[in-house]
């Protein structure tokens, strides 16, 4: 190459490279980061995007935006990226940006129509219950699980002779903020209940009182009430739980492909229950 032709070229990439400074340039300098006017016009967009009691204006984007960097380099300095607090919430963040990265695409696609909540409901209808609700630890000891469940039995065969005694008993027994109506529940769509406590009324006709049902909270002793009639659901909310059940499939397949091309040992004695003294 003659030093004609190298110095063509060393002029040409000066050139663009003063060209490319000049049409992104840095508008501040923060110990030696550089904040560009790209990144500087991209924030001053989305502040305009949000309603805020404070005036949006450039000189309070670009504070904001010195206050950022000068945050981040004060944390790198502490290590606090090596700190397990932060690392596990990176991690979080890492977690689902990775699924929504693999499955945005699969998602945006999740379609649902009338006739998917129609068929959703069908299996799923909302009840209005009222129950009497005795509380057990999240680990009780046997002992503890026992006493609430005699004393549910126990309320139970009292109801089965006298059910008008309903709201009564709930008044006087129940451990739930429900007490003083009665124990009524309101309506509620099954999302709302614990599985156990929906199984036990599914299907089942108005002023139906079931036996003591265990859920994660304690011993319920639940009434039906009514039914709600599908014209009187809020179908916005009935779509979003069916997108959810939709969502919710799509993820199980994408993990259940994951955990098939992994090793994986679960240690199942750690697991067991243990009933605390």
Known sequence: MSRKVAAVILTTLTI?????????????????VKIKKSEF?????????????????????????????????RAKKAKLDQDKV???KMEEVLYHAQISKDLEPRLSKIVVTDEDVKNYYRT??????????????????????????????????????????????????????????GGDMGFQPAIRMAPEYFKAIKGKPDN??????????????????????????NSTLYKKIVYDRKRDAILKNYFNGLQKNAKINIVKKYMQYEDPK
């Open 16 to 32: 663009a490279g003063h060209t490319l400074a000049q049409s992104d340039p840095v508008v501040a300098t923060v110990n030696g």
């Open 86 to 88: 932060v690392k596990d």
């Open 124 to 181: 799923h209808p909302e009840y209005r219950t009222a129950h009497i609700l005795l509380r057990v630890k999240a680990s009780p000891s046997k002992n503890q699980a026992m006493a609430a469940q005699a004393k549910a039995l126990e309320i139970y065969n009292t109801l089965k002779k006298a059910p008008e005694k309903f709201g009564e008993l709930a008044n006087r027994y129940s451990q739930s903020s429900t007490a003083p109506g």
């Open 208 to 233: 139906y009182i079931t036996s003591p049902v265990r859920s994660q909270f304690g011993y319920h002793v639940v009434k039906v009430l009514s039914k709600k009639d599908f014209s009187a659901i």
């Open 41 to 73: 016009d991209k924030n001053y967009a989305q502040n305009l995007l949000f309603v805020s009691d404070k005036v949006v204006t450039k000189d309070k984007v670009i504070n904001d935006m010195i206050n950022k960097v000068l945050g981040i380099q």
